[in-house]
C-alpha cells in the first residue's frame, strides 16, 4: 500500500520565515536561506537550494535539494515532479538508482526522513 | 609517482572533457589507478559524461578551502575500483582557486595515483593558468577546423612559455569522407602548422553523442571507432607503440558509384 503524507503531518513551518524564488533556478545558480524555501519554478540539474526549513518546487526539481540543512530531520522537501540530481535531509543524502531507467511520476512527491532513511511518498495536500 | 597530464585546447566545443573522460577510462580499463580533475569551475561537465553527477557531495573547491578531506571529495567510479572523479564547483567561480592550491593539490594526487588527468576549461584566463599549473605534461586537442587549429597553436604557446614542453596533440572529429574529398583539413595541414607529436587522431562518430549523453565513456564500447581511437591513445600514453588508426570509413557499393560520379 502506498504510504501518503498529509500537510497536517509536517512540522509547522508558519514560525520560520519562507523565501519565495519567482523563477526557476538555473545550473550554478545557489539559493540559501534560514527558513523554508518555496520555488515558483523549476530547479534545474545543476543548480542548488539548501534551506534550514523545507524546501517546495512547484515545477520540476531536477538538480540538487538540501532540506533541514542545519540538521533539522523533521525537514521535507516537495515537487510537483521529483526528478532530482540529489536529495540531502539533514544529514542524510540520497540519489536516484543507476540506470536511469526510472520515471519520474506524474504526481507530486514528497521526501522526508522515516526510520532513519529518506523516503519518497505521495504527496496528498489532505488525507 | 604518477604522471599528471592537462588535457586542454584553448576553443570550446572541441572535445576535451569527452577526451579526459575516455582517456581516463581507458588508463583505468588498462588497470592503472587514475583519477580525473574537473577545473572548469561553474560549468561542470565531466562528472555528467562519466555519470557520476548524482553522486557528488563535496568538489574541488571544498577540498582547497579545507571544507573536506581529499579523500572524501574523490568519487569512486561505478564501473572501475582504479578509477576516481575530483569534481568541479558548480556553484562558485574560477577565482576560488589558485595556481598555488592547485599545485599542491596535484603533488598530493601524484603520490596516491598513477595518473592524475586534468579537464581544463576554455580560454586563456584563470582557469587555464589554474588548470596547467600543477600539470607536467600537456594534451592539446584539436579539431580540423581553422579557428580550432588557431587556438591549438595559440595553446601550445602558451603551454611552452609556462614550461610544460612538448605538448601532444589529439585530432578530433575528423570526417575521413570530407577529408578525401579536400573540405576538411587534413591531418598533414594540421601538423604542418603546428609541429607537435600527434598521440591520435580521433575519427568523428555519432556514438560519441549517445554514449555522452548517457554517461558511458566510448571507450568502453567495443564496436565504437573512436572508443577504439581512445583506447590507442591510453595505450601510446602508457608508453606503448600503436600505429595511427585507418579512420577511413568502409565504403559500400553505391556510394563509390556515387563518389565516381563526383556526389560524394
Known sequence: MEMALALDDLKDIQ??????????????????????????????????IAAAGHVAVFGALRGLVH????????AVIIALSLEPTQLRIADHITRPPDGGNWEASSFPEIAHIQDNMVVIDRYLPSK | MGEVLVITSGKGGVGKTTTTANIGTGLALMGKKVVMLDTDIGLRNLDVVLGLENRIVYDLVDVVWGNCRLKQALIKDKR???????????????????????RELCANLQEE??????????????????????AKQAIVVTTPEVSAVRDADRI????????????????????????????????????????????GIVPDDD????????????????????????RNISKRIMGEEIPLLNIQEKTGFWQKIRQAFGNR
Open chain 1, 15 to 48: 514560525k520560520e520565515k519562507t523565501l519565495l524564488v519567482q523563477k526557476t533556478v538555473r545550473s550554478g545558480q545557489c539559493i540559501r536561506f534560514e527558513g523554508n524555501v518555496v520555488v515558483l519554478g523549476d530547479v534545474n540539474p545543476g543548480a542548488e
Open chain 2, 207 to 230: 556514438f560519441i553523442v549517445v554514449s555522452t549523453n548517457r554517461g558511458e565513456p566510448a571507450v568502453l564500447d567495443e564496436r565504437s571507432l573512436a572508443g577504439q581511437a581512445y
Open chain 1, 67 to 74: 532540506a533541514g540543512a542545519k540538521g533539522d530531520k523533521e
Open chain 2, 156 to 199: 601550445i604557446g602558451l603551454l611552452e612559455a609556462a614550461g610544460l614542453k612538448a605538448p601532444k596533440l589529439i585530432i578530433n572529429r575528423i570526417r575521413s569522407r570530407m577529408v578525401q574529398a579536400g573540405d576538411m583539413m587534413s591531418i598533414e595541414d594540421i601538423m604542418d602548422i603546428l609541429a607537435v607529436d600527434l598521440l
Open chain 2, 80 to 102: 572501475f575500483e582504479n578509477m576516481f572523479l575530483l569534481p568541479a564547483a558548480q556553484t562558485k567561480d574560477k577565482t576560488a582557486i589558485t595556481a598555488s592550491q592547485m
Open chain 2, 113 to 134: 595515483f598513477d595518473y592524475v588527468i586534468i579537464d581544463c576549461p576554455a580560454g586563456i584566463e584563470h582557469g587555464f593558468k589554474n588548470a596547467i599549473a600543477g
